[in-house]
Every structure is written in C-alpha cells, then in structure tokens.
C-alpha cells in the first residue's frame, strides 16, 4: 500500500488486515527496522529523506479530527467582507467549508475542491484561477494559474503543504503545486499555514513558503510523546512564526475541564514571535482571543504555551 500510494494511514491498515491499530503499529514498526519504510505520525511513507505526496483519497483519512480542529480555528481569523485566498489541501477544503458561513468574502482559489465547498455560500464570491488540472489532489497548475494571479492583492492567505519544518518551512512533493503556492504567497499580505502535527519535521522536496515568510501556524496539540514535533514547533516560534494550536474535535463543550496537564486556553505569542506580518498593531483582523473562542459552540481551540528544551 505505500509503494502504491506513498503513504497510507494506520487506521486504514488496521481496517484492511482487520486488526488493531496497536497490532499494526508494532508491524509498522517491524517494517521500519528492515528499512522498507519510514514511520509517520498516525501512518508510514517510503523510506527516504523526503516522503512522496499520496493521493487525495489518502490524505483524506489522515488525521481527521486534527484537521478539522484546524479548520474551525482558521476560519476565527477572517471577518466579513475579506477578501482571501485559498490554497489545495483537505485541511484547506475543511476551512472553506467553515468559511462558507461568513458573508461578504472574495475567496480566490486554485482548488476545484475548495471552489465546491463555497458555490452555494450565500453571499460568497468565488474567483478561480485558470491553469490545468492536476487529477490527484483537484488543483489548477502550471503557467495560467499563476498568470492569472499577477496583480492580486489580498488579506492573508491560508495555504497547506506535505511538510513543516523551521529550517525550510512549507514544502510539497510536486514542483507544479509548489509553483503556483508561491504565486498564491505573493497575492497576501499574511501568509497562515494550516497544518496537523503529523507534517512537523517532515521535508519535501520542494519548498513553497520559507519560514520567514509565514505570518502564523495553525496546527493541532502533539500527543505528549512526540518530541519531534514540539521541538520543531519551539524552532518555528524562535524565528518569529505566531503557533496557534487548536484542541481535537469531538472533545465535549467549551465548559469542559481541559485535559490533565493543559494550560489555560490564552491568545499571546510564544518568545520571539512576530505579531503581525508587516509592522503595526495586530488590528481588526487580529486573532481572536481564546476566551472568545470558548464561548462560541464547537469551539475548542486554545494556544499552546510550549516548554523550551
């Protein structure tokens, strides 16, 4: 399954061999000794460096509850009457979804997917770029896309990738998608990343938006045994990227205690990081406190006060 698709989750295992995801766990493990592939958070890719992009299928079942925590805290940074843009991504397909409730907006986007999530919004405007499709993850590529993105100038941009890390930032496995990325950074005055823990630390071969280009991490709280993630998490915050962590859904209402070993839910920015993206005070469109975001239903989002090592 990962030569087939470059990555494949561990619940969907445990579904095909009909199993626990600790027993496959303990046979990925196995796997990853005799060097046939690498481990992941949540699943496995091919051995190597740098992880191959799998199909959108795939990624669809890939940290789930994660992404859509993301999702609902993302879209807390846009006001009525924005105008931003939308990169291709499941995380980001999750955020249009949100963002289809939020009158007034101008959503540019490359994406078919995300473009669907929006064309019944009431009072939404959907511009799309031109470009050709690429199939796998239902994205407009190549020179018209990002032809048609020259002279653009909007709010933020909210984009998602293949991996994170603090020395290169955002990548992806496709030169195409990387390319027409970039074209989308270079519309936005704000550039936010939406991406889970699994994709903190992970490099793929082509960089789309370097570290100190990003505004602000949307991301999800790493399980407390993953030290890989909230080390690269510290990294991102020393070079000036606001981290903004949202709780997992499904974890009860916003007057629920919060877990053993939780901070209380607060909106301030770990040491070193930068408020706004180009000077100034964080504005109208700042990001909401977490006390606000406690009140509204459904919300559980909070960010992380992360320990230095």
Do not use: W
């Not at 990325?181 to 490099?203: I, N, S």
């Amino acid at each position: 399954m990962v030569r087939a698709n470059g990555a494949v989750s561990l619940r969907e295992l445990a579904r095909v061999v009909q199993t626990s995801e600790v027993t496959v766990r303990r046979d990925v493990r196995a796997l990853e000794a005799e060097g046939l592939l690498d481990r992941r958070h949540g699943g496995a890719v091919l051995p190597g460096g740098f992880t191959r992009e799998s199909g959108f299928p795939q990624k669809s079942h890939l940290a789930t509850a994660e992404k859509t925590a993301i999702a609902d805290l993302a879209a807390s940074l846009v006001e009525e009457g924005e105008a931003v843009v939308v990169g291709a991504g499941t995380t980001t397909q999750e955020l249009a979804r949100r963002l289809a409730r939020i009158p007034g907006l101008t959503v540019v986007t490359n994406s078919l997917l995300v473009a669907q999530a929006l064309a019944h919004a009431n009072r939404v405007e959907v511009v799309m770029t031109g470009g050709t499709l690429r199939g796998s993850n239902y994205a407009l590529v190549g020179s018209g896309a990002e032809q048609s993105l020259q002279g653009l100038r909007v709010s933020r941009a909210f984009l998602s990738g293949s991996g994170l890390t603090a020395e290169r930032g955002l990548s992806t496995s496709n030169m195409l998608s990387a390319s027409v990325d970039r074209a989308l950074v270079q519309a936005a005055a704000e550039v936010v990343v939406l991406a889970d823990h699994t994709k903190l630390g992970t490099d793929t071969m082509f960089q789309t938006v370097p570290t100190d280009v990003i505004t602000r991490l949307v991301t999800d709280d790493p399980p407390a045994h993953d030290d890989r993630a909230a080390t690269e998490l510290q990294a991102l915050a020393d070079q000036g990227v606001q981290i903004t962590v949202a709780g997992a859904a499904g974890s009860g209402s916003g007057g629920d205690a919060a877990p053993p070993g939780h901070r209380p839910r607060r909106d301030t920015a770990l040491p070193g990081q930068r408020r706004t993206h180009g000077g100034g005070g964080p504005g109208p469109q700042a990001l909401r406190s977490a006390g606000a975001l406690a009140e509204q239903p459904g919300e559980r989002a909070r960010v992380a006060d992360l320990r230095r090592r």
